[in-house]
C-alpha cells in the first residue's frame, strides 16, 4: 500500500502540470476546454484530496467542459480547504455569471478582490458582471481599474468597448476595441465587437473586413460567422451569407442563446430567435440596450413581442439595404 501511495504522488505533480498544459496551451490566455483535462484532474484530486489548488484547477477543467454544478462543487472544495486563496472565488463567480446569479457572482468577485487587490482579471470579471446587469457606470469604473493594475491586459479593453458600444459611444467603443488588438493582435474578439460598430455605424464595408478577420482568427466560433453573415447580407452578397450560415449552423450550439437567437433571426426563425432572445435577457438583462441596436436582430424589429422584451429599438439601417433572408 505504502508503494502504491508513493507512486501516486510522484505521478500526480506530472499530472496536475500536464492538465495546465492542456487548458493553458498559451499561458498569457484564458484557458480552453480539452477532453482529457477533467479526467487528468479527477485523478488528481483522488490522489490529493486535501489540495486546495488540485481543486481550484479540476474545477476550471469542469468549467470549461460545460459542467458548471460539478466545477461549482470543486472550487467551493477549494475555498473549504483554504478559504483566504482567491482564485477559486473567482471561479464561482465565472460560474455564478454563467449561471445568470449576479448577485452571488459579484459576492464572489468581491472576495477574490478582497484576498487579492492587485489581480487585475478578478477587477475584469466584476466589470463583466456589471455590464451584464447594465449598470454600465460601474462596469466602466472596474473595468477602468484593470486596466490601471495591468495596462498590457486586453480584456477590460474589450469589456470598455461592449459598454461603450452598448450606450452609444461609438467612437470610444472603437477606440476600446482598437487598444485591445493592439494588446492581443491575435484575439478575435475585438475584431468582432469593431464589425459591430461600424455595422451600427452603417459602414458596412469596414464591417466585413472586421468580421471577416475575426472568423479567420477563430474560425470555430458561430457567433462570428454569424456576424459575418449579417455584413454580407447587408452588402446584398446573399449566396455568400447563406455558406457563412451553413457554417455557422455546425457550430452555433456551441454559443449562448443571445448569438443563437441572432442566427435564428438572420434565418427567418422568428419564434426561436424571440424565445432564444427573451431566455439570453432573463438570464443578461444589460443586454436589452444591444439588442434594441443589433443589426443581426432587425428583422424582429417589427414584431410586438420583440418591443415588449427590449422597448424602443435604435437601430435605424444606414448604408446598403439588406436583402430578406432566402425563403
Same mark, same amino acid.
Given at each position: 500500500v505504502?508503494?502504491?501511495?508513493g507512486?501516486?504522488?510522484?505521478?500526480?505533480?506530472?499530472?496536475?502540470?500536464?492538465?495546465?498544459?492542456?487548458?493553458?496551451?498559451?499561458?498569457t490566455?484564458?484557458?480552453?476546454y480539452?477532453p482529457?483535462?477533467?479526467?487528468?484532474?479527477?485523478r488528481?484530486?483522488t490522489?490529493?484530496p486535501?489540495?486546495?489548488?488540485?481543486?481550484?484547477?479540476?474545477?476550471?477543467?469542469?468549467?470549461?467542459?460545460?459542467?458548471?454544478d460539478e466545477?461549482?462543487?470543486?472550487y467551493?472544495?477549494?475555498?473549504e480547504?483554504?478559504?483566504k486563496?482567491?482564485?477559486?472565488?473567482?471561479g464561482l463567480?465565472n460560474?455564478y455569471s454563467?449561471?445568470?446569479?449576479?448577485?452571488?457572482?459579484?459576492a464572489?468577485?468581491?472576495?477574490a478582490?478582497?484576498l *487579492?487587490? #492587485?489581480?487585475?482579471?478578478? @477587477? $475584469?470579471? =466584476? /466589470?463583466?458582471a %456589471?455590464s451584464?446587469l447594465g449598470r &454600465?457606470? +460601474? !462596469?466602466?469604473?472596474?473595468?477602468?481599474?484593470a486596466i490601471?493594475? *495591468?495596462? #498590457?491586459?486586453?480584456?477590460p @479593453? $474589450?469589456? =470598455? /468597448?461592449?459598454v %461603450?458600444?452598448?450606450?452609444?459611444? &461609438?467612437? +470610444? !467603443?472603437?477606440?476600446?476595441?482598437r487598444?485591445?488588438?493592439?494588446l *492581443?493582435? #491575435?484575439?478575435a474578439?475585438? @475584431? $468582432?465587437g =469593431? /464589425?459591430?460598430?461600424?455595422?451600427?455605424?452603417g459602414?458596412w464595408e469596414? !464591417?466585413?473586413?472586421?468580421?471577416r478577420r475575426a472568423?479567420?482568427?477563430?474560425?470555430e466560433?458561430g457567433a462570428?460567422?454569424?456576424?459575418l453573415a449579417s455584413?454580407?447580407r447587408?452588402?446584398?452578397?446573399?449566396?455568400? !451569407?447563406?455558406?457563412?450560415?451553413?457554417?455557422?449552423?455546425?457550430r452555433?450550439?456551441?454559443?449562448?442563446?443571445?448569438?443563437?437567437?441572432c442566427?435564428?433571426?438572420?434565418?427567418?426563425?422568428?419564434?426561436?430567435?424571440?424565445?432564444?432572445?427573451?431566455?439570453?435577457?432573463?438570464?443578461?438583462?444589460?443586454?436589452?440596450?444591444?439588442?434594441r441596436?443589433?443589426?443581426?436582430l432587425?428583422?424582429?424589429h417589427?414584431e410586438?413581442?420583440?418591443r415588449e422584451?427590449?422597448?424602443?429599438?435604435?437601430?435605424?439601417?444606414?448604408g446598403?439595404k439588406?436583402?430578406?433572408?432566402a425563403?
Amino acid at each position: 500500500v505504502l508503494i502504491r501511495l508513493g507512486f501516486r504522488h510522484r505521478m500526480a505533480g506530472p499530472l496536475y502540470n500536464l492538465a495546465g498544459v492542456l487548458m493553458w496551451p498559451d499561458p498569457t490566455r484564458s484557458p480552453v476546454y480539452h477532453p482529457d483535462a477533467v479526467r487528468v484532474m479527477e485523478r488528481v484530486a483522488t490522489w490529493l484530496p486535501q489540495e486546495p489548488a488540485v481543486w481550484y484547477r479540476l474545477g476550471v477543467a469542469l468549467a470549461e467542459a460545460g459542467q458548471k454544478d460539478e466545477a461549482m462543487a470543486a472550487y467551493q472544495r477549494a475555498v473549504e480547504l483554504d478559504p483566504k486563496l482567491a482564485p477559486p472565488w473567482n471561479g464561482l463567480g465565472n460560474v455564478y455569471s454563467d449561471l445568470g446569479q449576479y448577485e452571488e457572482a459579484m459576492a464572489a468577485y468581491r472576495r477574490a478582490i478582497e484576498l *487579492d487587490p #492587485k489581480e487585475a482579471g478578478f @477587477w $475584469n470579471n =466584476l /466589470g463583466n458582471a %456589471y455590464s451584464d446587469l447594465g449598470r &454600465h457606470e +460601474e !462596469a466602466i469604473e472596474a473595468y477602468r481599474q484593470a486596466i490601471k493594475l *495591468d495596462p #498590457k491586459l486586453a480584456a477590460p @479593453w $474589450n469589456g =470598455l /468597448g461592449n459598454v %461603450y458600444r452598448a450606450i452609444g459611444q &461609438h467612437e +470610444e !467603443a472603437m477606440a476600446a476595441y482598437r487598444r485591445a488588438i493592439e494588446l *492581443d493582435p #491575435k484575439d478575435a474578439y475585438p @475584431w $468582432n465587437g =469593431l /464589425g459591430i460598430v461600424h455595422a451600427l455605424r452603417g459602414e458596412w464595408e469596414r !464591417a466585413l473586413d472586421a468580421h471577416r478577420r475575426a472568423v479567420e482568427l477563430e474560425p470555430e466560433d458561430g457567433a462570428y460567422r454569424v456576424s459575418l453573415a449579417s455584413a454580407l447580407r447587408a452588402l446584398g452578397q446573399e449566396e455568400e !451569407a447563406q455558406a457563412e450560415l451553413e457554417r455557422a449552423r455546425l457550430r452555433i450550439e456551441r454559443e449562448d442563446e443571445y448569438s443563437r437567437a441572432c442566427f435564428a433571426a438572420l434565418c427567418g426563425e422568428t419564434e426561436e430567435a424571440l424565445r432564444l432572445l427573451e431566455a439570453a435577457l432573463q438570464k443578461r438583462p444589460g443586454l436589452r440596450l444591444r439588442a434594441r441596436q443589433d443589426p443581426d436582430l432587425r428583422s424582429l424589429h417589427g414584431e410586438p413581442r420583440f418591443r415588449e422584451l427590449v422597448g424602443e429599438t435604435g437601430y435605424e439601417h444606414r448604408g446598403p439595404k439588406p436583402r430578406p433572408p432566402a425563403g
